[in-house]
């Protein structure tokens, strides 16, 4: 026998010998037994892995064969949220909202599902659920129970017949005229566990009991309980008087129901959390949106995901500010959102409480100055509040501008350090006054130090500071001035960058270029890697060789690029990757790409009025872009050529004729 025999056969005997044994361990994630007295006289337990908890090999189908109790105790962040926002609303409104008591047939709540605006409500905010919200209008608290259960893997297929049937679109059938009194709430549709229960005692005499091991089968899948019930229940349908054609359809349904099967509690308990959800965010949107930042605050994808949402609602969200904020986002008398103190960088939680207990104790600070003279500085650094500065949160100050507390003062470097030395010099003296022979003075005789004149930052250093800070772009956003080229000549946001791949798969993407990384190879051959940011996602993009020797001058940090490219597959693979064909700046794209501008004009529009509007906002946005107008009712247009005049399309143009109510389109 050859050695490579011997090692088969050893291979196959230790694979025999492994066989059967347990691979690893697990812990349930929410799982918990319950017994009538000490664990241990009930089951074996040992002690799991890093922690002092007791844990038991037996699975859950064990544990309750053995007659004990396995519960499922689930944390749910959403409860936080409802919690946080009730305290902000309270705050600011003096209102004490019992969120257990929330009217089920609120009609500002279910306006917001119904136009499926359901982003940050509980179990309804995915793109899909707001498509069929939109489409089903619901107007009752059981709709949405139903949407709940049907938005899964399974029943989805039955969203579309559930919507009709609700429409009056198509017709509601029951296969026995006796499963309406149960069947009636969902329109013929079954979707609950708890409607096969009914049914099953209804239509074949079922105990509760036998109601419930069917109900189990289901909801675990298990074929053997399944069979073992169906002559029972054929038997029970039968002397009932039931066709056996439509029990057998009905069973066969509850056969592939047994593939979905969802109980009504669990779904009736999702629906009662996001009804809350939805009628915080339908009454007091500014608050429910200030708790839901705060509770994803340390995930910046999603942080921006919810701060565009906040732009959508037209809530203000404001920078951090030290007479205002608290340590998470809070919501001011103005209904504007705060950004929390805590939310900045390198500020610290002993500064931040330093800060707010001097603030409550005291009163709000009147100048830059009035902090040092007041705020620990052994707590509050120099650190603090460079980085409180670069956040915006001493914006509320307007006799100093940021970049004034950068500038020389005097012979020190910063304004900052000034100020700093100033401060510890201040409370210094008003220390030694309290133990001199004169303690009751309050005459203090060091000179408040000069503001150093200083040039403002420009915009793209105060945004890249800010989110350096914070973490996110707040008081604008480096893509806010490309809004024609983002809206007119890019195909897709980076979010779903790679929900879209497909080979051969041409895609135009902008952004600001994040990070970049510029090497040599082997080969001597340049290339880069570099990661382009928009609103709401990233992506990593690589340029090689010819790529990188004509484009490489864009690809620097702080850059905003437009990218045209196309996903190809790896050689003799099917792994796909995205091959950019071209690089361009997004500041030169409109202008390089924009031929001409039509202007969509309405009959009902034109008087004398509107047309020495256009007639002087042409003038004034004078350039080289052709001019063309289409004037329309609804029988006839009319197109138009302005040869003497030509305009320069941008934003400025864009924002002005959407004020004016002029439909346009780019050629």
Not at 453 to 477: C, F
Request: proline share 3%; glycine share 6%.
């Amino acid at each position: 026998m050859s050695k490579q025999d011997d090692l088969i056969g050893l291979t196959l005997r230790t694979a025999k010998e492994l066989e059967g044994n347990i691979r690893n361990t697990g812990l349930h994630a929410c799982g918990v037994i319950i017994t009538p007295g000490d664990i241990s006289d009930y089951i074996p337990v040992a002690t799991a892995k890093d922690t002092d908890l007791l844990v038991t090999q037996f699975d859950n189908s064990s544990v309750e064969s053995a007659g004990l109790l396995k519960m499922d105790f689930l944390g749910l962040k959403t409860l936080s949220i409802i919690k946080d926002a009730v305290a902000l609303v309270k705050q600011r409104h003096q209102i004490e909202l019992d969120m257990d008591a929330v009217p089920l047939d609120d009609g500002k709540t279910f306006e917001l599902f119904q136009r499926g605006d359901t982003i940050a409500i509980f179990q309804y905010e995915s793109p899909g659920m707001q498509k069929h919200l939109k489409n089903l209008k619901p107007n009752k608290f059981e709709d949405l129970i139903a949407m709940n259960a049907l938005y899964r893997p399974g029943p989805l297929q039955y969203i579309p017949n559930f919507i009709a049937r609700k429409l009056g679109k198509e017709t509601i059938a029951y296969d026995l005229p006796v499963m309406e009194e149960i069947l009636s709430e969902t329109y013929g549709i079954t979707v609950y566990q708890e409607q096969v229960m009914l049914l099953s005692q209804k239509l074949a005499g079922f105990s509760k009991g036998q109601a419930d091991a069917l109900r189990k089968g289901m909801g675990k899948k298990k074929k053997e309980i399944i069979d073992e019930l169906y002559p029972i229940f054929l038997e029970g349908c039968l002397s009932s008087g039931h066709p056996k054609e439509a029990v057998d359809k009905i069973w066969n349904d509850w056969q592939a129901f047994a593939s979905y099967a969802f109980n009504k509690s669990h779904s009736t308990c999702y629906a009662f959390v996001a009804f809350q959800t939805a009628y915080l965010k339908a009454h007091y949107p500014a608050e429910f949106m200030a708790s839901v930042l705060t509770h994803n605050k340390n995930d910046i994808t999603k942080l921006n995901f919810f701060l565009r949402e906040c732009k959508a609602l037209s809530l203000s969200v404001q920078l951090p500010d030290v007479n205002e904020s608290g340590i998470n986002f809070s919501v001011n008398a103005m209904g504007q959102i705060r950004i929390g103190l805590s939310a900045m960088k390198n500020v610290g939680e002993g500064a931040v409480e330093e800060l707010i207990r001097e603030r409550e104790a005291n009163g709000p600070f009147l100048s830059f100055l009035d902090m040092m003279r007041r705020c620990s500085l052994r707590v509050l650094n120099k650190k603090s509040f460079e980085n409180m500065i670069m956040g915006g949160a001493l914006d509320c100050f307007s006799e100093v501008i940021r970049a004034q507390y950068f500038a020389t003062s005097d012979k020190y470097e910063t304004f900052v350090e000034h100020a700093l030395k100033y401060g510890n010099a201040f409370q210094q003296q008003i220390e030694e006054n309290a133990i001199s022979l004169f303690g009751d003075t309050d005459e203090v005789l060091i000179p408040e130090p000069n503001i150093p004149e200083a040039e403002p930052w420009l915009m793209m250093d105060q945004l890249n500071r800010e989110k350096e800070i914070i973490g996110i772009y707040v008081s604008g956003h480096p893509l806010d001035s490309y809004k024609l080229e983002l809206e007119n000549y890019i195909n897709c946001e980076l979010i779903h960058f790679d929900r879209v791949q497909a080979s051969g798969r041409q895609l135009k993407v902008a952004g600001i270029i994040t990070q970049a990384m510029h090497g040599v190879n082997q080969r001597g051959n340049g290339y880069c890697r570099f990661t382009l940011q928009d609103y709401n996602g990233s992506i990593e993009l690589y340029l090689s060789q010819d790529m990188y020797m004509k484009y490489r001058g864009h690809i620097e940090v702080g850059q905003v690029v437009y990218v045209d490219g196309i996903f190809k597959s790896r050689y003799q693979s099917d792994e796909l990757y995205f091959e950019p064909q071209s690089v361009r700046l997004l500041a030169t794209l409109g202008d390089e790409m924009t031929r001409s501008i039509t202007l969509k004009i309405p009959l009902r529009l034109i008087t004398q009025a509107f047309e020495k509007t256009l007639d002087r906002l042409c003038l004034e946005c004078k350039g080289k872009h052709h001019l063309r107008m289409v004037v329309f009712d609804e029988e006839v247009q009319i197109p138009f050529l302005a040869e003497k005049r030509k305009v320069q399309v941008d934003s400025r143009l864009l924002n002005e004729l959407e004020r004016i109510g002029v439909p346009y389109k780019l050629n």
